[in-house]
């Protein structure tokens, strides 16, 4: 008989970052792995608990498989230690388990770190018995990995309008925040067109595609390339979201083969408009506040929204940025910017800093979502960085403008102004002692290292 595999993608304890996104997919790095264990044969059933929340009691699989990002860390352990008490062979694998290994394995029998493709069938035959931690090994030709198979995820239309495909891995930048070319490598590996191609043409329904990639003109010439096969094919789904560099804005040609295809949503990591933080963030060719300004026009010239995200906190930053990005965002009439306080997630060279000078209050994955701060700031407290970002979203997603949005026609953008007005207002409700805790840590004799503090806000 086959051998059972349930695959989870947990879903955060907190309401926080994964909520800000208004298209919700199933995470793709799993439902991979589960794909490639299905045409091996093994009896697999995919959980995605943004969709659906299965009661796990009538489950006893031989295997299961967690995925875990630092927010849904807490979340996936505790579905860990539940199956670790039946006779389930439990492994933890993803972005989180990758830089705190030693930690997941204290919730599990077997922790993969790095791409799990190669490792994965090999382990569930027992190949890897009495290693409790597993290196994964980068796929070098993404060719050679199934698409993930949309029909697995239990809870989601077998005809699926909204659909992320992850076709590209590694990032050739490396940013003080992020641990991404730690973890996929700075070389950008990419699937085939052809192959894009073929996995789109099969969705019929296709309305929402979203490329979840570091950066989708990291390769320019696959990058238009595949825009054009698009347009040739007809795949012209009615949005496209993707993660692209400012640096688009100097590409007329990919410009417009975007506004050909769809509906383009550009998210643009902006980062801050203080150049110094900028320079700290250490990313590649800078823009001035000007030039960042006119190539923001640029892109819009083209009917192209922008989701710019903003990061707050750095030593550069005193408490006028945040009213200083906000006239920057309105006078750039950004469509949906996100500010978020820095977050020192495992595996950054910013968690080293601040480990180093003791500014981490709080080891609470659950507050680790790019919502909460979780760290001393240099020029303001924690609380008034908190204060700042919630105000930031409470001024630009106000009623008012909801309803500017839905005047002039713009009914997607007017739902998400008065889905994200909710959602703070929401967070502000939930987190009243998270709120009380940070004010304590603020006054004047600031304790550094209360970590418990934190640990039940
Ligand atoms: C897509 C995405 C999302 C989507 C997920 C939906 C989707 N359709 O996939 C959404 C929008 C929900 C999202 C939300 C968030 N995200 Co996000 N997201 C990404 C992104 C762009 C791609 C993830 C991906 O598909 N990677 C490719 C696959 C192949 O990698 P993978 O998932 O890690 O899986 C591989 C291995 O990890 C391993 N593996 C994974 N799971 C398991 C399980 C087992 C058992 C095993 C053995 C192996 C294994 O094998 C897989 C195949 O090789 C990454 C950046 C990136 N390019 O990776 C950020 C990223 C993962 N997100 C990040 C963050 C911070 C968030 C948010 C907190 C805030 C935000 N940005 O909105 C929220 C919180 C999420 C939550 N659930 O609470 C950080 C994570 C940092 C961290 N330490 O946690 C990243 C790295 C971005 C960054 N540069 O900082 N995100």
Redesign the pocket.
Known sequence: MAKSVVAVAP??NRR???D??PVK??????L??ATILDREGYDVKFYDETFTKPDYDDLDPDFL???C????AKRGYEIAEFFKNKDTKV??????P?FKPRESLKHCDTV?T????KV?VPILEGEYEGENIVK?EPVRNLDNIPFPDYDLVEGLSKNPDKV?I?AS?GCPYSCKF???NKM?GNVTRTVSNERVIEFLEKIKTLNTL?F???NFRADRKRATSLLKSMKEHGISPKRIWMDVSLHAAEDEEFLRLCSEVSELHFTIGLESINKKALNYYSKGKRFSIEKMKECLERIKDFGIKIQGSFVFGSDYEKKDVFKNTLEFCKETEIEFPTFCPLTP???TDFRKELLEQDRIFTDNWDL???VHTVFYPKNMSPYELQEGIISCYEEYYNLKKGLKHFIRGQFFYGGATFYLHYLFWKIKKENRRYLQALEKISGPERKRTDLKLFNNV
Do not use: Q, W
Request: glycine share 16%; charged share 15%; hydrophobic share 35%.
């Open positions: 879903k955060a926080g970052g994964a800000i996104n997919t199933p995470l793709t790095g799993i991979t792995l498989l967690v995925s990002m630092s927010a849904t492994l933890i694998g993803g972005i989180h990758s993969v790095g791409e799990a493709e994965i994964g992320s992850c891995r992020c641990s991404l996929f979203v979840d990639e570091p997630y495992p595996g680790y979502d790019n």
